[in-house]
Each structure stands twice: as structure tokens, then as C-alpha cells.
């Protein structure tokens, strides 16, 4: 095999992260070249970029002179990291077949760390924002392990003989072979309550702008650098505004700052930084009509409880034993669905948040617990009783009765033929009348 091979790989690993960096880099020297203040040096411009591009990994940064610490993730970047990893990580684990199974994954993920360490140690001068070497790479390393694992694995998946949870518990409370269905009904959730988010984020950019610019309108007179750079890590902060609203639809919100609350219940603001995306929140008092947000996690709900029913009821196709699931079993789908997206709304929220200073904002975003709690509960509410009534009309006498009806013309093809030739004919009747009735009225031929 030789040492060709890994140092592909090795090189492979460099050039991911090197794209990743460019992605970060080029606009924010764009922007030191663009503004009227840019003579302090291309150092710094990179050192903040640098910093940047370990954020989007996770890792905690220092900003400012006295050293505050910066937390929060801009998911974007994030999401762009791993995603280049995982693809990175397929990539190798295809070209080199069965040989040397972990061998060219190591040595990626050795090539992308390495330019990880040249990064951080970059960053660790003075700066606007500033790295901590150790703490920065062991969140990188172990970021940029999983997502290469990750894609080692879904290009070559690794055999298992371990049995679902939901397959042992007792044969009344068991969907069998329904663990594809309720990790379906999560994501559909999951993808319905992050629409709601969207749909929050847009709503209150529209209401900005309808009521003369509001809170946003002074962020206009920073200069078309400032203002571009401001839109730029707005871009970024989409998604974590995205799950904020998210959690905001759940009810229990999120905060900016301590002693802060932003929720449809009513919203307790203080001062709060001149950003882009602070500026679409709500004005602070009860929520009113924002109360309506809550009818958002519902509808999320509803493609899940027609799955887990469709499922329940056997409709997606045959099952092994041939049997839907019992009552008890349903429900227990319907739990585990929403414990599941629980799960996965809670890790989202603790990603989304993090601090954007020390005391007062040392905490920004959706309490993770909470959101997870919030997130289960609407989902149980919504599916367990959906999908017991799609199971129960799926199952019910009549959906038999009406499917039999439709493959009636099957069984009685003389009887529906002459039904067709009537239909056929009583068509032209009416046809040849109106067309009659055309020639009366322009005074051209007879009625009939």
C-alpha cells in the first residue's frame, strides 16, 4: 500500500479545513480593506478571523482586554464544518475499499487538526478576540472526530446484531419494528418546529420593518463597512436565531442575559447590544397577541401522529408477523417520538446558546432543559391521541369496506362498463344541448 495513500489522506484533511477557513477569512479581509480604519495590520484581521473559524467549531474564545469569554456557536459555520468533514471522511473511507480501515480516516482528521493547531496558535496574540489553545483544539479535534466517523461509517456501515429498544419490551406495549417510524416522526417534528422558528424569525422581520425601521434603523448609520459586516455575522446567526424562535413557539423562550426572559407569555428585556438580529425582538411587556405562537408547536405535530397511525395500522407495507401494533403499542411509539425529539431539542438549544460576555451576558439562549421538556410534551400531547385515531380509522370497518370498493371494477368489470357507456353518452346529451343552445342565442339554427 505504501505511504501514498495517507498522505492523500493527510493532505486531504488539510485542504478541508483550509476551504473552511477561506469561507471565514476572505470576507473579513474584504471588509479591512473596504473600511476607512484599516491600518493596524493584516495580523489582526487574520487573528479574527482565526478566532471566528474556532468559534463556528465550538470553541471558546476571549474577547476584549479583560478577557470575556464568547460561547456562542455560529451554527452556520458550524454546520459547514461538519458537513465538509463527513462528506471528507465518506470520501476516504470509499477510495480506499477494504484496506486500512481507519488508517486514511486518522489520517484526515490528523491533517485537519494540524491546521487547527497552527490556528489557534495564530490566535493566542492580542486581538479583538483571542483563542485558548488547549481548551480550542480538544473541542476541534473532537468536533472534527465525530463528523469524519460519521461519514467512515455511512459509507461503510458497520454491521450490528443489537436488537432496537422498542423490540423488548413486553409483546402489548411493543411496535415491532418501528424504530424507522419514530425516528421519522422526530425529524418531521423536529423539521416542523424548526419551520415555526422561520416562520417567527420572518414575521418579525416583516413587523420591524412595517413599524419604520424600528430598533434596527440605527444600526444604518454605522457606514456601509459596519453595516456589512454587521449582515455578515447576522447570516451566520441565522440558524441559532432560527432554533430561538423555535423554542420562543415551545413557550418556555429564551433569554439575553441574566434576569432577561423572552417568551409568548410577555418578554423582560434591559439594555441589550445594537445587533442586527436583537433588534427583531419583541417589545418588552405581556405577550398578548403573541400568544398564538403556541398553536405552531401543534401543527408540528401533526405529520408525525399521521405517521406513527399510518404505522401503527400497517399501512406503509407488510410487516414481518403481519400485524398492526395494539393501542398500547402506539402510544409507546408516540412517547418514544417525542422523547427522542426531546433529546434532540435540548441538545440544539445548549448548542444554539452560550455567552457573549462575562455577568450579565454570560448567557444567551434557550435553556436547554427546558426546551427539551417543552418540545416532548407538545409532540406527546399532539401525536399519542393522532395516532390512535389514524390507527383506529385505518383500521375500522369502513376504510375495509371502501377499499374493497375500489377494487370492485375488478371483480364486476361488465357492470362498471355499462356504467361507463351511460356516463359516455349522457356527456355527448349534454354537450350537443349546449352547443344547441350557443346556435339559438346567435340567431344561426334551431334549438334542437
Not at 67 to 90: D, F, I, K, S
Not at 251 to 259: L, Q, S
Amino acid at each position: 500500500m505504501g505511504g501514498r495513500p495517507v498522505l492523500a489522506d493527510l493532505l486531504a484533511g488539510v485542504r478541508t479545513a483550509l476551504v473552511g477557513l477561506a469561507v471565514v477569512t476572505v470576507p473579513v479581509l474584504g471588509l479591512w480593506v473596504a473600511t476607512p480604519y484599516a491600518d493596524s495590520g493584516a495580523a489582526r484581521a487574520t487573528r479574527l478571523a482565526g478566532a471566528l473559524w474556532l468559534l463556528g467549531h465550538g470553541a471558546p474564545v476571549l474577547r476584549g482586554d479583560g478577557g470575556a469569554p464568547l460561547t456562542v456557536t455560529p451554527l452556520l459555520l458550524g454546520a459547514l464544518a461538519v458537513v465538509r468533514l463527513y462528506r471528507a471522511g465518506a470520501g476516504v473511507a470509499a477510495r480506499r475499499g477494504l484496506r486500512s480501515q481507519w488508517g486514511g480516516p486518522f489520517a484526515l482528521w490528523t491533517g485537519y487538526c494540524a491546521v487547527a493547531v497552527a490556528v489557534a496558535l495564530h490566535c493566542a496574540g492580542a486581538g479583538l478576540f483571542r483563542s485558548r489553545v488547549l481548551p480550542d483544539l480538544l473541542v476541534v479535534g473532537l468536533l472534527a472526530g465525530l463528523a469524519t466517523v460519521a461519514g467512515v461509517r455511512s459509507a461503510r456501515p458497520l454491521p450490528t446484531t443489537a436488537h432496537p429498544l422498542l423490540d423488548r419490551l413486553p409483546p402489548a406495549c411493543r411496535p415491532t419494528g418501528g424504530a424507522a417510524a419514530v425516528r421519522r416522526a422526530a425529524g418531521a417534528a423536529g423539521a416542523g418546529l424548526v419551520a415555526a422558528g422561520g416562520v417567527l424569525v420572518a414575521v418579525a422581520a416583516v413587523l420591524d420593518a412595517v413599524t419604520g425601521g424600528g430598533r434596527g434603523a440605527a444600526l444604518l448609520r454605522g457606514g456601509p463597512a459596519a453595516l456589512l459586516g454587521l449582515l455578515l455575522v447576522a447570516t451566520v446567526l441565522l440558524p441559532n436565531a432560527v432554533l430561538w424562535a423555535a423554542a420562543y413557539a415551545l413557550g418556555p423562550g429564551f433569554e439575553v442575559g441574566t434576569g432577561t426572559l423572552v417568551s409568548p407569555g410577555g418578554t423582560e428585556l434591559g439594555p441589550v447590544p445594537e445587533f442586527p438580529l436583537f433588534a427583531l425582538l419583541p417589545q418588552e411587556g405581556p405577550g398578548g397577541w403573541r400568544l398564538a405562537a403556541l398553536a405552531l408547536p401543534l401543527l408540528a405535530g401533526l405529520v408525525p401522529a399521521v405517521l406513527l397511525g399510518r404505522a401503527a395500522a400497517g399501512r406503509p407495507g407488510p410487516r414481518e408477523d403481519g400485524r398492526p401494533w395494539p393501542a398500547a403499542a402506539t402510544v409507546t411509539a408516540a412517547l418514544a417520538a417525542a422523547l427522542l425529539l426531546g433529546a434532540g431539542a435540548a441538545a440544539l438549544g445548549w448548542l444554539s446558546g452560550g455567552a457573549l460576555a462575562g455577568e450579565r451576558m454570560a448567557w444567551l439562549g434557550p435553556r436547554p432543559w427546558w426546551t427539551g421538556l417543552a418540545a416532548a410534551g407538545w409532540l406527546a400531547l399532539v401525536a399519542v391521541p393522532g395516532a390512535l385515531l389514524v390507527r383506529y380509522r385505518a383500521l375500522s370497518p369502513s376504510a375495509g369496506r371502501s377499499s374493497s370498493a375500489g377494487r370492485a371494477p375488478a371483480a364486476a368489470p361488465g357492470a362498471y362498463a355499462g356504467l361507463a357507456v351511460r356516463t359516455h353518452r349522457g356527456a355527448l346529451r349534454l354537450r350537443a344541448r349546449a352547443y344547441a343552445l350557443v346556435l339559438r342565442l346567435s340567431g344561426r339554427g334551431p334549438a334542437d
